[in-house]
């Protein structure tokens, strides 16, 4: 098999690039804003550019109740960070026409067969999977006594020791949103095309996706399992002390967090339980190191890992906005979304800008006119996926690459 995409010497090598001066001040002032702040626990922070690495940073703590510093091979629970992972997985499966991304789910899953309202049974295919046009949902977007919570469904990251059969027949009882490809929702899908995908090559999901995408790349930090607990971030979520300041609890194997009309159910120790399913949506751990390599593939055109027009389709608008659910001026493609108007979107980044995160705190984009890959994996949930760090990150970094001139 090719190694790799990446030349690793350009994006392993001891020293980045020296940053231009505006661009590392203004991204140093912004992550140490947010741990100043303390709306963050700890942080890694890589920007790459025309495939050099440009900035790096290890920020804060890993651990704040034993003062464990971060480290930038710190290993993270990804969460939707495993996305695009899985998503480059099924087009390349597709390449080799070991799936057929237009064929029904069924085909792989016999007994997946949710309903509609009236009760009659729509045809999804493993393409309506990968752009979440499915009508399936996740139980974190649905409001409390949903039937996603009476039937207790996992969303990829709760519950330890759930298996994934045990997962579908629950998720299979639910009712479609709406018609397969006559919408968009957010959803469990690509643990349904996960699943499908080892069904179809008889290979669990982790050693499918070694294969695939984590061996070619060298990616030797990130799977199902975590590949050096020493070297794990603790996860946090956001709070506010009894005084009204601001100190992120420690995660627990019980922790719920609000979530617009949802709740974010958190099992951080899931993957030390064998028996817990591989979450094709959010089952994977990593350092940030190994998500800017699939990144960088994707950005340079997929290399020996995709062919061009496999990562021109996952990087293309296949849910145009505006998309109920996305911000806006975005649409989705396969594993991210797609900015189609900057302007809407109210945001420096260029139209086609590739862009998602993980509700474990991290976010990541990449700006394929800039020749930019931003990766910024964090330990404290929301702020790093969506809160002012996400925002003051983004904008210091076009600010000091325009600073610079590049």
Request: cysteine-free; hydrophobic content about 40%; overall charge negative.
């Amino acid at each position: 098999m090719n190694l790799p995409v990446l030349e690793p010497t350009r994006l392993d090598a001891v020293d980045a690039r020296p940053a231009p001066i505006a661009l590392r001040d203004r991204i140093d002032e912004a992550v140490d804003r947010a741990l100043n702040e303390r709306r963050l626990i700890g942080a890694v922070v890589l920007v790459a550019r025309d495939g050099e690495l440009i900035y790096r940073r290890a920020a804060g703590l890993a651990d704040r109740e034993s003062d464990r510093l971060m480290r930038e091979d710190a290993i993270f629970l990804l969460s939707s960070v495993t996305k695009p992972i899985v998503a480059a997985a099924a087009m390349k499966l597709a390449e080799q026409g070991r799936i057929d991304l237009d064929a029904p789910v069924t085909d792989y899953l016999p007994q997946f067969r949710p309903r509609l309202d009236d009760g009659s049974e729509p045809t999804i295919t493993l393409r309506q999977l990968l752009g979440h046009t499915s009508g399936l949902s996740y139980r974190f977007g649905e409001a409390a006594g949903s039937d996603y919570d009476t039937l207790e469904v996992s969303d990829g990251f709760d519950q330890p020791g759930l298996g994934i059969e045990e997962n579908l027949r629950r998720l299979a009882r639910t009712r479609l949103r709406f018609a397969p490809g006559q919408g968009f929702k957010y959803s469990l899908s690509l643990d349904v095309l996960g699943e499908a995908m080892a069904r179809a090559t008889a290979t669990p999901l982790p050693k499918l996706i070694e294969e695939l995408i984590t061996a070619p790349l060298a990616m030797k930090d990130t799977g199902f399992a975590l590949a050096d607990h020493k070297r794990t971030a603790t996860p946090y979520t956001d709070g506010l002390a009894a005084d009204g300041s601001r100190r992120p609890a420690r995660m627990h194997e019980d922790t719920s967090l609000p979530f617009f009309d949802g709740v974010l159910r958190y099992a951080p120790g899931r993957l030390e339980n064998a028996d817990s399913y591989a979450s094709g949506g959010a089952g994977m751990a990593g350092s940030a190191g190994d998500v800017l390599r699939v990144l960088e593939a994707l950005r340079q055109g997929g290399g020996n890992l995709l062919r061009p027009d496999s990562v021109a389709a996952m990087m293309r608008d296949q849910v145009p906005a505006p998309i109920e659910g996305l911000d806006p001026g975005w649409g989705y493609g396969y594993g991210a979304a797609v900015l189609s108007d900057p302007i809407a979107a109210n945001t420096p980044q260029s139209r086609g800008t590739f862009a998602w995160g993980g509700v474990y705190g991290h976010s990541w984009f990449i700006d394929p006119a800039r020749k930019l890959t931003v990766v910024a994996l964090t330990n404290t949930a929301i702020e790093g996926m969506m809160g002012q760090f996400t925002l003051d990150l983004r904008n210091a970094v076009y600010a000091g690459l325009d600073a610079a001139g590049a």
